[in-house]
């Protein structure tokens, strides 16, 4: 049974950062690696969206444009753990934030994907 488990939220001001982390059980490394990560994000009254994704070779990522040049995805197959590293946070970052892994190619629409974190809350304050 493959379970994605995000690290926890929280609440920060406007202009810090917050690294999220995302660790995977009931797969094995060598599937662990054919993976694409990805993380979406959800906030209230909107749709969920795509922030980010990294390929299985780590050789491409993809960022949506809102958050490009202030969060930087990463991977660390051993421990198969995805990241988001978030810089200056704005209050419009705030949404519940979802990782996911796809069997193929990165991607920011949500059918490319197959396992779903529980997400975790991040809110940002002005």
């Known amino acids: 049974q493959v379970q994605l488990v995000e690290s926890a939220g929280g609440l920060v001001h406007a202009g810090e950062s917050l690294r999220l982390s995302c660790a995977a059980s009931?797969?094995?490394?060598?599937?662990?690696?054919?993976?694409?990560l990805g993380w979406f994000r959800q906030a209230p009254g909107k749709e969920r969206e795509g922030v980010s994704c990294?390929?299985?070779?780590?050789?491409?990522?993809y960022y949506v444009d809102s958050v490009k040049g202030r969060f930087t995805i990463s991977r660390d197959n051993a421990k198969k753990t995805v990241y988001l590293q978030m810089n200056s946070l704005k209050p419009e970052d705030t949404a519940v934030y979802y990782c996911?892994?796809?069997?193929?190619?990165?991607?920011?629409?949500?059918?490319?994907?197959?396992?779903w974190g529980q997400g975790t809350q991040v809110t940002v304050s002005s």
């Open positions: 996911a892994t796809a069997p193929g190619i990165c991607s920011r629409y949500e059918e490319a994907y197959d396992f």
């Open positions: 009931g797969l094995t490394l060598k599937h662990y690696e054919y993976y694409s």
């Open positions: 990294i390929t299985s070779s780590d050789t491409s990522t």
